[in-house]
């Protein structure tokens, strides 16, 4: 991928072979909050119900504070951790919304970010955490199924030392084939100017057009960690690469296992100073195969062939998202009535004509009541494609995966799932829908 200049601010081109998956350059007036068409605030010291402290010691309570995070009115965004008078630290966690990050199969995703690290070295960076990552979807909701699910440090980075860290969380813990909680990992010091005085560019890429898929780690283009799909037994992969995708995160945490190990005590201590950001220039995600109807950064966009998870919307009206308990867990699209409706922007069909939508749902309404799912492009009163219909399943997490053919498409579209019952009651819930040629 293109490694920007230290005086680009925007999000590099798409390279020529690739498309635009998502993407945020983190553009807005100083202040705003990162966009939350986008993403998630994690606050507190842990997810409800999940383990304490994040499940890493980590000390922070995280905020949706502007203070903790925020845009800088130059085309970054800055997570920044603040030790209070009392002496409790803050800090912020955001995550995507959108959790289906996964290469469609013979492609490879890169996920990338550019980077400065918090500006802090020495005793005053003790406890220091910055962190740009990915989670498996199935965390979602569940929280205790980690390492299985799969997690991929893109970069990490601890008490202010001039290295970057890339790991890969799975299996397993304690022990197992990716040497839990430790992970299999390397590092390695930013080229040219240090990871805490200046951007770096930082990318991940998940290989599936090559035998044995591959696991990637860069900095600034150069390549410092791989793993390889032979390294592991078939199941441990299969569960860390066979569910729905992955979302991404970006935190800043203090003081927790990684840090502590690094430093051979606890941290942070009374030297560590408070204040110092992590500044985020951009975060992109691109997948190989040339699309030229690509949407504009930060206007989302879709494979049409990936497994397009129901909370991934664009926009939506009369929609509630509860946690599934589906395969592969996160969430899904609830208490789903007539004139209610789902928007999928950007979403790429390619040359090759779909012909067929799928989609995942589950019903507990009572009898008589039913409805059709209806798939149409551009807005939701736009004419249907192709539409199913679906009454009682056995339950609303009693989920059966419903074909309907639709009107050929290619090329890149706006997509919109309609429901349509006629009466008031809730009559469908949905997981993820899908589009394929046959």
Known sequence: MAVPSPADASLPPTPTGWSLVWADDFNGSAGALPSSDNWLFSTGHGYPGGPANWGTGEIQRYTADPANVSLDGGGNLRITPIKSASGEWTSSRIETRRGDFKPADGRILRIEGRIQMPNVTGPQALGYWPAFWALGSPYR?????????????????????????????????????????????ASRACPGSSCQSAMHTYGFEWDRSATPNQLRWYVDGQQFHSVSQSQ???????????????????????????????????TPTADTVSGRPMLVDYVAVWQSGDDTTEPPPGSGGF????????????????IQLETTTDTGGGQNASHIANGDWLRYDGVRFGTAAATQFKARVASGAPGGVSGLVQVRLGSPTAPPIGSFAIANTGGWQNWQTVPANITPVTGTHTVCITFDSGQPADFVNLNWLTFSTS
């Open 232 to 266: 592991m037994d078939a199941t441990t992969w299969s569960n860390m690469t066979g569910h729905g995708g992955y979302f991404l995160l970006l935190n800043v945490a203090m003081g927790g296992a990684f840090p502590n190990g690094v430093a051979g005590h606890g």
């Open 141 to 185: 909701g569940n929280y205790w199924n980690w390492p299985a699910i799969g997690e991929f440090d893109v970069m990490e980075n601890v008490n202010g030392i001039n290295s970057v860290w890339g790991v890969l969380h799975c299996g397993v813990n304690p022990g197992g084939p990716c040497n839990e909680t430790t992970g299999l990992g």
């Open 303 to 318: 494979d049409a062939r990936s497994t397009i998870q129901a909370e991934s919307h664009s926009a939506q009206s009369g």
